[in-house]
Antibody
């Protein structure tokens, strides 16, 4: 069974940093692209970032480019999202998803990690 | 890239059929057969219900079907059940090599 479990969410001040982790199990992790998708409170889904199975290729939404960094450790079956220079508008639940790079569907989703940016 | 356009809400009675539309442009829905639909119950993670316009992942009820005409994709749910009440999001591949989502549609089962 595919499982994705996010961690690392919390309250952070504007301008601060936070790193999200997503631990994967139930599939050959290195063989799949991975993505992060966020959802602001009461709002819709918004793709944030994705990376290839090897980690060599990364992709970002314009709204986070230069501030967020996606990476993965295939030895730990974990994908990360380093978020710097956080803004109030980054407040959202962040979901880890399998796929979502290029034309790929978001096949499986984690339960999400809430990030709140507020002073 | 703008979000895809979905109706804010739709409703139907148990046993009926409903259709949710998702309108884009020739740069996304109209240009590729990469449209997917996601179901999200309150407080839960989204779940893939339809991929590549009209294909169902294993385990998804055949009451769910998808189609596309021009720049508009549609999700149809037949034999509506109470458990179908949820938010539904469409997603499409775009010429910028990224996926975009629709604003979401709240389905109410009366």
């Amino acid at each position: 069974e595919v499982q994705l479990v996010e961690s690392g969410g919390g309250l952070v001040q504007p301008g601060g940093s936070l790193r999200l982790s997503c631990a994967a199990s139930g599939f050959t992790f290195s063989g799949y692209d991975m993505s992060w998708v966020r959802q602001a409170p009461g709002k819709g889904l918004d793709w944030v970032s994705g990376l290839s199975g090897s980690g060599a290729s990364t992709y970002y939404a314009d709204s986070v480019k230069g501030r967020f960094t996606i990476s993965r450790d295939n030895s730990k079956n974990t994908v990360y999202l380093q978020m710097n220079s956080l803004r109030a508008e980054d407040t959202a639940t962040y979901y880890c998803a399998r796929g979502g790079v290029g034309a790929e569907d978001f096949e499986y989703w984690g339960q999400g990690a809430l990030v709140t940016v507020s002073s | 890239q703008s979000a895809l356009t979905q109706p804010a809400s739709v409703s139907g009675s148990p046993g009926q059929s409903i259709t949710i539309s998702c309108t884009g442009t020739s740069s996304d829905i109209g240009g590729y057969n990469y449209v997917s639909w996601y179901q999200q119950h309150p407080g839960k993670a989204p779940k893939l219900m339809i991929y590549d316009v009209g294909n169902r992942p294993s385990g998804v009820s055949n009451r769910f079907s998808g189609s596309k005409s021009g720049n508009t994709a549609s999700l149809t749910i037949s034999g509506l059940q109470a458990e179908d009440e949820a938010d539904y999001y469409c997603s499409a591949y775009t010429r910028t090599n990224k996926r975009i989502f629709g604003g979401g549609t709240k389905l109410t089962v009366l």
